[in-house]
């Protein structure tokens, strides 16, 4: 999940703007977080998905 959608439980600001010390701190959290995943946006994962899928379907098509 990015931090650029998070809002604050603390403070009830979006923590991307870091209004807070909690905001802050989950913000640099998030940043350091170097997930492959993470930095991909959701129509991003779902052509993967399909790919991915597509590609165990044309394999099981062919060993059948």
Known sequence: MTYDRLVCANCAAPVSEGRCP???????????????LAGLNPMALIALLAVLIAGVALLAHQTA
């Open 22 to 36: 909690v905001c802050r701190a989950n913000r640099e959290r998030l940043q350091q977080e170097n997930n492959f």
